[in-house]
T-cell receptor
Framework: GDSVTQMEGPVTLSEEAFLTINCTYT??????LFWYVQYPGEGLQLLLKATKADDKGSNKGFEATYRKETTSFHLEKGSVQVSDSAVYFC????????FGDGTTLTVKP | GAGVSQSPSNKVTEKGKDVELRCDPISGHTALYWYRQSLGQGLEFLIY????????KSGLPSDRFSAERTGGSVSTLTIQRTQQEDSAVYLC?????????????FGSGTQLSVL
């Protein structure tokens, strides 16, 4: 079945730094992946989805591109803001799947 | 309703007691999912409903866990004889049809604490 492995450990960055959160995805079918975000005190919400090779998903300055050679959908943002502080989860495209462990991002002014 | 609603938001219970967690999905969404988020862990899939049927119960961790959905709407997750390891946030999500690549809408979760 499909499974994801998300980078472990919290990430702390200064404002305007570059962000990468890694997620490796093993799929039995066509590769696509979702990134969900959980802001402090809020429920999970969809951030973006990337649906095929070389087709970037993007939203709010975040991007995720599928890299076939590593079967990964890394989440990236060129310049993070304090308001991006949240927990980020990668998830297979099927709802009946276990998500990644989540990566806590803290952005300091 | 406007979003997925879960109740209660917090539940403290004693070991051995039964608990019921409720999820009210977005109106018209046929697919409903339950997940468990233990401290420091990811979202563990528990069970999926398509309408009132649960074709996939593979994620339920033990026979103490059960769930039902009535009228294609509200779902209840029941944990019998609760144990301390059941302490977690239980999240519910719904989607329009349940097909692959479909966006999930999440509730705010129920924080369960078993003393």
């Amino acid at each position: 079945g499909d499974s994801v492995t998300q980078m472990e450990g919290p990430v702390t960055l200064s404002e305007e730094a570059f962000l990468t959160i890694n997620c490796t995805y093993t799929a039995t079918g066509y590769p696509s992946l979702f990134w969900y975000v959980q802001y402090p005190g809020e429920g999970l919400q969809l951030l973006l989805k990337a649906t095929k090779a070389d087709d970037k998903g993007s939203n709010k300055g975040f991007e995720a591109t599928y890299r076939k050679e590593t079967t990964s959908f890394h989440l990236e943002k060129g310049s993070v803001q304090v308001s991006d502080s949240a927990v980020y989860f990668c998830a297979p495209p099927k709802g009946k799947s276990t998500f990644g462990d989540g990566t806590t991002l803290t952005v300091k002014p | 309703g406007a979003g997925v609603s879960q109740s209660p938001s917090n539940k403290v219970t004693e070991k051995g007691k039964d608990v019921e967690l409720r999820c009210d999905p977005i109106s018209g969404h046929t697919a409903l999912y339950w997940y468990r988020q233990s401290l420091g862990q990811g979202l563990e899939f528990l069970i999926y409903f398509q309408g009132n049927s649960a074709p996939d119960k593979s994620g339920l961790p033990s026979d103490r866990f059960s769930a039902e959905r009535t009228g294609g709407s509200v779902s209840t997750l029941t944990i019998q004889r609760t144990q301390q390891e059941d302490s977690a946030v239980y999240l519910c999500a719904s989607s329009l049809t349940g097909v692959t690549n479909e966006k999930l809408f999440f509730g705010s979760g129920t924080q369960l604490s078993v003393l």
